[in-house]
């Protein structure tokens, strides 16, 4: 019997990611591990968007490797991003996630019963049959993740899940988050918003300027910061 393959930990060593002669990300080094969500915090600007789509395997680094399990290059299949204006299909809700479970190869005998349970799953049953793009902007980003999973992914990654989503859609959200994590997927995710990182994160990596400042365990982080940037980003004030 083989092992099962799996893309943890993620390893990121050493990685620099550059743009048109911009370094985007600076010499990160980065274990991201099986267990509570990983939350990336930081300003707009500060390369959080640019990690995911690494971890992702999206793009390369520039210097530097990134290993999954161990692995140069693992193929994707057990991986899944949602970004933060997911592009909805013009279909049903159970439409999209029908799609997506075609996409992973699900037999077509099964994805309508299966699309109902992902439904059902982020919360949207009732709203199977809406057009996917006249949902709100919450119900839009809880169908994204119930796509997502129709891939049974080990890792999740999600970039700013609930950024310009008023308090109830983002509760929405960060319980169906929690529901994921508890399953056992990996969750990896990125928030400008301080309270929703210490609602959810297992561990925090702070991301500023392209480097990663400060990342731990989230309880110490919160308790007791080791840097400047990350006691100024707790206390609210901005990093520039
Ligand atoms: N492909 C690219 N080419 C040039 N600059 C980029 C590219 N991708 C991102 N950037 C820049 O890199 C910085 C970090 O971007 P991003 O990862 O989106 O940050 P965050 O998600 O934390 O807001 C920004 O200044 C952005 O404009
Ligand atoms: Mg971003």
């Known amino acids: 019997m083989r092992a099962p393959v799996t893309d943890l930990p993620i390893v990121l060593e050493d990685v620099s990611f550059s743009a048109g002669g911009v370094t985007i990300l600076d010499r990160i080094s980065l274990v991201l591990v099986a267990g509570s969500p990983t939350v990336l915090i930081g300003p707009n600007g500060a390369g959080k968007t640019t990690l995911l789509r690494l971890v992702m395997g ?5 210097r530097g490797r990134v290993t999954w399990g161990g692995r140069e290059q693992a193929s994707p299949t057990h991986r899944a991003i949602v970004f933060q204006r997911p592009a909805m299909l013009r279909r049903s809700a159970a439409g999209n996630i029908r799609y997506a479970l075609a996409a992973a190869g699900v037999p077509r005998a099964r994805r309508a019963a299966h699309a109902l349970a992902l439904g059902a799953l982020v919360g949207l049953t009732g709203l199977e049959r809406r057009p996917a793009r006249k949902l709100s902007g919450g119900e839009q980003q809880r169908l994204a993740l119930a796509r997502a999973l129709a891939k049974e992914p080990q890792l999740l990654l999600l970039d700013e899940p609930t950024a310009s989503l008023d308090p109830a859609a983002t509760k929405a959200i960060e319980d ?7 399953s056992g997927i990996k969750v990896v995710m990125s928030t400008h918003d301080l309270g929703e990182a210490k609602r959810l994160a297992g561990e925090i990596v702070l991301v500023h300027r392209g480097r ?4 731990g365990a989230a309880e110490t982080f919160f308790a007791a910061p080791k840097t400047i940037e990350a006691r100024r980003f707790i206390a609210g004030e901005l990093l520039v």
């Open 176 to 182: 169906v988050i929690r529901k994921v994590a508890a």
């Open 58 to 62: 999206l793009i390369a680094p520039t």
């Open 212 to 215: 990663v400042i400060e990342s």
